[in-house]
């Protein structure tokens, strides 16, 4: 008696089962029936800009300038209808930080005396995962001819770097500056989000070429940066510290195509 109860479950239980796969896969048939101008699109898209590092404490005599990089991706994405769409892609993204040290010593003495340090690493095909929503034309004058897309990048970092380096120079008045670098990268997943606003400089049938304001802030901190500096002693009590995570802001272009209509 129990097992015939526990087979008549288990028919229910897969009639159900058919029945909500039936209806899954004829709502999403439905979907793709009733959305307009479902294409596939490729985009190639370089940005230039700087990177830009959170400062835990600085001490006098270093600051920080934007670390110049740029930001080359490709992407093949899909429109469900003439304003939304979603897509994935590769990237290479130099992420790196740039430091500047004049110490209130040397400034004193009129003494000819500058550093401008970079140092960066290197993201290879990095995943892009992303949605966009294009503005319709009847809209404002402001965003009429845009496109605003939000993405995730994605990489992982599996090395150990960290560089150590001491400098000593000799001042004018016969004293010696001595000053310590420190960087230190360990093994860790870089995860930033992206923003884009794309502005159509040119179109045509399936041809597009956009403008580009492009921001990117990162999550996790990818590189650690310590600068400091002493006269006449090893004393480095006090220091400069930076965080890196891929902070980004720059201008590009892109060029997008959509090469197969499905309807």
């Given at each position: 008696m129990k097992g015939a109860m526990f087979y008549s479950l288990q028919l229910l239980y897969l009639a159900y089962m058919i029945k909500a796969g039936i209806f899954l896969i004829s709502s999403i048939a439905f979907l793709f029936m009733h959305v307009s101008a479902q294409t596939l699109r490729v985009e190639a898209f370089v940005s230039g800009g700087?990177?830009?590092?959170?400062?835990?404490?600085?001490?006098?005599?270093?600051?920080?300038?934007?670390?110049?990089?740029?930001?080359?991706?490709?992407?093949?994405?899909?429109?469900?209808?003439?304003?939304?769409?979603?897509?994935?892609?590769?990237?290479?993204?130099?992420?790196?930080?740039r430091r500047r040290f004049l110490p209130k010593e040397v400034e004193e003495l009129d003494m000819p005396f500058y550093s401008a340090t970079n140092s960066s690493s290197h993201y290879n095909f990095m995943p892009h995962f992303y949605v966009w929503y294009a503005f319709?034309?009847?809209?404002?004058?402001?965003?009429?001819?845009?496109?605003?897309?939000?993405?995730?990048?994605?990489?992982?970092?599996?090395?150990?770097?960290?560089?150590?380096?001491?400098?000593?120079?000799?001042l004018t008045n016969g004293q010696t500056l001595y000053r310590k670098s420190e960087t230190v990268v360990i093994p860790h997943t870089f995860l930033a989000v992206e923003f884009r606003w794309d502005v159509r400089l040119l179109r045509s049938t399936r041809h597009g070429l956009f403008g580009v304001l492009h921001i990117i802030k990162g999550i996790n901190p990818i590189r650690t940066t310590i600068d400091t500096y002493s006269v006449e002693s090893l004393n480095f009590e006090d220091f400069s510290r930076w965080v890196t995570r891929g902070d980004y802001i720059g201008i590009g272009i892109a060029y997008k195509w959509k090469f197969w209509n499905l309807k």
């Open positions: 700087g990177n830009f590092s959170s400062v835990q404490s600085v001490k006098e005599g270093f600051w920080q300038d934007p670390f110049p990089t740029f930001y080359v991706q490709s992407n093949l994405g899909y429109c469900f209808s003439d304003r939304l769409g979603a897509g994935v892609g590769l990237t290479y993204f130099p992420v790196g930080i319709p034309e009847s809209s404002s004058r402001l965003f009429s001819t845009s496109q605003l897309s939000l993405g995730l990048l994605y990489a992982k970092w599996s090395s150990d770097i960290g560089i150590q380096k001491m400098y000593e120079t000799e």
